[in-house]
């Protein structure tokens, strides 16, 4: 059974950094593109960033780009999400997920793990 | 690419059909034919499932009374028969480019 566990959230100052991480399981993870979705409590899904499977190729969403940054360590099984710069609007529950086909085939997002909340405030 | 979707609410009676609309501002008709267009149903209090991949595709595990069409840059999701565990917010994606961008969300739950 996949399974997608995220961890790292927490509150953080504006302007701080948090480093978010998804360890998954049940599937051979070097096979997988992920990504990291965000959803503000209340609020629609946004995309935010996804990395190939060897960790070559990334991409983001104008909101994140230069601020945030996705990794991928296959030897733990875990991609990463680095936040700096923290700003309020970046409040949110953040999903981590795995492309649905594995290799380099169709790139939509298959399986999600259970979030982890990002709060920024002082 | 923008997403929209309607209606953005939907109030349902169980046993009954129900359908979804949502529209791409471009095509997302890939060179191999293929519509780049998912859809998702987030159950309250969980995360997003995928049900329709491919604009037509139920994923593993989903229902049969669940399914996708696809016409140009309108796609459509539509549940034959609803049943009391289909409610929740229904979003459409489309991963033909990044930034893979959601629809606003279809609220459904029942009369």
């Known amino acids: 059974e996949v399974e997608l566990v995220e961890s790292g959230g927490g509150l953080v100052q504006p302007g701080g950094s948090l480093r978010l991480s998804c360890a998954g399981s049940?599937?051979?993870?070097?096979?997988?593109?992920m990504h990291w979705v965000r959803q503000i409590p209340g609020k629609g899904l946004v995309w935010l960033s996804r990395?190939?499977?060897?960790?070559?190729?990334?991409h983001y969403a104008d909101s994140v780009k230069g601020r945030f940054t996705i990794s991928r360590d296959t030897s733990k099984n875990t991609v990463f999400l680095q936040m700096n710069s923290l700003r309020a609007e970046d409040t949110a529950v953040y999903y981590c997920?795995?492309?649905?086909?594995?290799?380099?085939?169709?790139?939509?997002?298959?399986?999600w793990g259970q979030g982890t909340l990002v709060i920024v405030s002082s | 690419i923008v997403m929209t979707q309607s209606p953005l609410s939907l109030p349902v009676t169980p046993g009954e059909p129900a359908s979804i609309s949502c529209r791409s501002s471009?095509?997302?008709?890939?060179?191999?034919?293929?519509?780049?267009l998912d859809w998702y149903l987030q159950k309250p209090g969980q995360s997003p499932q995928l049900l329709i991949y491919?604009?037509?595709n139920r994923a593993s595990g989903v229902p049969d009374r669940f399914s996708g069409s696809e016409s140009g840059t309108n796609f459509t999701l539509k549940i034959s028969r609803v049943e009391a565990e289909d409610v929740g917010i229904y979003y459409c994606?489309?991963?033909?480019?990044?930034?893979?961008?959601f629809g606003p969300g279809t609220k459904v739950d029942l009369k």
């Open positions: 997920a795995r492309n649905y086909a594995s290799g380099n085939s169709y790139p939509g997002v298959g399986y």
């Open positions: 049940g599937f051979t993870f070097s096979n997988y593109w």
């Open positions: 990395i190939n499977i060897d960790g070559s190729s990334t």
């Open positions: 471009e095509s997302l008709l890939h060179r191999n034919r293929d519509n780049y």
């Open positions: 491919l604009g037509s």
């Open positions: 994606m489309q991963s033909l480019q990044t930034p893979f961008t």
